[in-house]
């Protein structure tokens, strides 16, 4: 077995487990007892989402899967943050 094909096992396999993953996400997006489980499960959704990327993107070697990947992580974070403060005081504007 040589490196490049390793390597596309190895990428394989993550793209199946970081699916899983998301998979689990949405599960508890759905079954979530509370408003907070539910964030923090989108959270963990967008970063595997994000994640997910990034493998096609070493996989083909296009640098458009990156900056994607950068704008899912800087909207995911922007989104985490303004659920979170809505879930402590109600507003997300003042």
Do not use: H
């Not at 993953?21 to 964030?39: E, L, Y």
């Not at 967008?46 to 993107?57: K, N, P, Q």
């Amino acid at each position: 077995m040589n490196a490049q094909t390793f390597l596309l096992w190895s990428l394989a396999i993550a793209e199946l487990l970081f699916v899983m993953a998301m998979t689990c996400a949405v599960i508890r997006m759905v079954r979530g007892p509370n408003a907070q489980n539910r964030v923090l499960a989108l959270d963990a959704f967008y970063v595997a989402g994000m994640a997910l990327i990034l493998t096609f993107g070493v996989q083909t070697g296009d640098s458009v899967y990156f900056e994607a990947a950068l704008m899912i992580a800087l909207l995911g974070f922007v989104g985490t943050s303004a659920l979170a403060k809505f879930l402590m005081r109600g507003e997300t504007i003042e």
